[in-house]
């Protein structure tokens, strides 16, 4: 099991308390002013059955992590993992001039399906070895800008290891069965001589999110994924097979909050993927999670259905007609340029990053055209 975690990815619930059931709230730590009722369905901030509500992105700098061993009292400390009962949402963390003192290379993240394991419980059962999958745990990331959170790398002979050049960008993915088959040609799982280090480490790789949202009346009531990316095999992107898959949220048993609304999944930039879903909505929100200009990603959504589609960007309320393109689009392409190909079935739209697209000012909203259907009756004497 867990003995000590260090810091904890967060995840944001809208559960405004910090105390479990049965207690007077005037005794409870409260995160707001109001003194709401305790039931059954509200529990301390450390362990929820809320469904997570939305993205947000973590910043840390100038940190000092100290005297964490991978072992203590037969029992595993970690300097940084998610939480174990947020299965939809842990918040990307990036860091920056990190210091590491007195501290073992395994003891430093998790993000390892088989460690956590006994950990998930309840809602986040899907995250386990053998689960089907949670966003909480197969989406997370972290960041590394610098080098200085991975350090150290192991050498290319497999003997020894070797210090990350500072200044190194570095993305660390989780180790699941559904992860390890998809970003094991681009990742490692062997950090400082340890053979596993609790995650992928992607040294000078870049990964991205990538949020879909369903629009429609009714949609936070209703699946419709799960959300699949299959990276095309014959760009020279890296990927050796399998596909980027995002399960979702799940069913809790306290049915406030429900909002199946919502999926993300882990994406690499300048990379072209056929996208699917069980059932493409009629509106759906794209919003890419890159702050980078030159990071561009082009979607291939199956799309049987003859119908166009309008693009509205950032808000908009006027679909701009110069990215409805007569072709396919490329990964060069502005972004928002689209087309739907009737006889592929295929609506393609690629994706760039900026500052703005990653304060969600850009979002791209997609709704199918609307159609008369028109039935005539001509007679003929």
Same mark, same amino acid.
């Given at each position: ?44 901030? #450390? ?6 509500? &939305? ?62 394991n ?22 997370a ?42 970003w ?13 280090? &609790? ?28 959300? =699949? ?5 014959? #760009?020279?992107?890296?990927?050796? &097979? ?9 069913y ?12 993300h =999944?882990l ?7 056929? &996208? ?7 509106n ?29 960007v950032?808000?908009?309320?006027e ?25 592929a ?26 159609? =008369? ?9």
């Amino acid at each position: 099991g867990l003995r000590r975690i260090g810091f904890v990815a967060p995840f944001n619930t809208k559960n405004k308390k910090t105390c479990d059931t049965s207690m007077d709230p005037r005794q409870c730590r409260q995160l707001s002013g109001a003194y709401p009722k305790l039931d059954d369905c509200h529990f301390p901030f #450390e362990k929820h059955i809320h469904f997570d509500k &939305g993205l947000g992105w973590t910043y840390l700098e100038r940190t000092t992590f100290a005297y964490w061993k991978a072992n203590e009292c037969d029992m595993k400390s970690r300097a940084y993992t998610m939480s174990t009962s947020g299965p939809e949402v842990s918040f990307p963390t990036q860091f920056t001039s990190t210091t590491w003192y007195e501290t073992d290379p395994a003891a430093k993240f998790e993000l390892s399906a088989e460690t956590l394991n006994n950990a998930f419980s309840a809602r986040s059962s899907p995250c386990k070895v053998t689960g089907g999958g949670c966003m909480g745990l197969d989406q997370a990331i972290i960041h590394d800008t610098d080098g200085t959170f991975v350090d150290k790398m192991l050498a290319p002979n497999g003997t020894n290891y070797i210090d990350v050049p500072r200044g190194t960008w570095s993305s660390i993915v989780p180790s699941t069965p559904r992860t390890r088959n998809v970003w094991a040609p681009l990742c490692t799982t062997t950090h400082m001589g340890v053979e596993d280090v &609790g995650g992928q480490v992607c040294v000078n790789k870049t990964v991205q999110l990538l949020e879909m949202h369903n629009l429609d009346r009714g949609a936070k009531d209703v699946k419709f994924g799960p959300l =699949v990316l299959n990276p095309d095999d014959e #760009e020279d992107n890296g990927f050796e &097979g399998g596909v980027l898959s995002s399960v979702g949220p799940f069913y809790g048993s306290c049915p406030c909050g429900w909002d199946f609304s919502f999926y993300h =999944v882990l994406v690499k930039p300048s990379v072209t993927y056929d &996208g699917e879903v069980m059932s493409l909505p009629e509106n759906i929100m794209l919003r890419y999670w890159s702050p980078n200009p030159r990071d561009s990603i082009l979607i291939r959504f199956f799309y049987p259905d003859s119908r166009g589609v309008n693009v509205f960007v950032g808000g908009s309320t006027e679909p701009d007609m110069e990215l409805k393109l007569a072709r396919m689009p490329t990964l060069a392409d502005k972004h928002g340029a689209h087309v739907v190909d009737a006889q592929a079935l295929t609506l393609a739209i690629t994706l760039r990053g900026s500052p703005e697209g990653f304060n969600s000012q850009l979002d791209l909203v997609i709704r199918r055209t609307p159609t =008369v259907n028109l039935k005539m009756n001509v007679e003929i004497s």
